[in-house]
């Protein structure tokens, strides 16, 4: 194998403070220290892979996340441990979820900026590790 694994994944938004919220209190993640590369930001770790939030310069075009919430959207994916615990928080925090049940284990959402987002439970029927 050529690549080694996921590094990070990026992701643009509109309002970075807004991003940081979403992100940093309400899912948890724990921002780690991000170089100036002139433009803002902020960037994560979510286990062994890191989130960057790029700030979009007013004017430029970057693409539009899905017009409404759809597991078929491109999508980042979070391991999570408690299925009915994650639905519960970003139902309480208003987030809109698609939640395909316990069973399965997966959960999909937007963030602030419409970026799908899915939560994944490996182990549920769907999204178990692949054998080594």
């Not at 209190?25 to 890191?50: C, H, M, N, T």
Request: aromatic share 8%; with cysteine; net charge negative.
């Amino acid at each position: 194998m050529i690549t080694k694994g996921t590094h990070h994944v990026s992701l643009t938004v509109s309002d970075l403070d807004q991003a940081c919220a979403f992100y940093g209190k309400l899912l948890g993640l724990v921002e780690i220290e991000r170089p100036d590369f002139g433009f803002p930001g902020a960037w994560y770790q979510a286990g062994s892979v890191q989130l960057h939030l790029i700030a979009a310069p007013p004017g430029h075009d970057i693409g539009s996340p899905p017009a409404k919430a759809s597991p078929l959207a491109n999508h980042l994916a979070f391991e999570i441990e408690d299925y009915e615990a994650m639905k519960a928080r970003l139902e309480d925090a208003g987030v809109e979820v698609i939640g395909l049940g316990d069973e399965v284990g997966q959960l999909f959402a937007r963030d602030p900026h419409g970026n799908m987002i899915e939560f994944i439970r490996p182990g549920g029927r769907l999204g178990r590790t692949q054998p080594e």
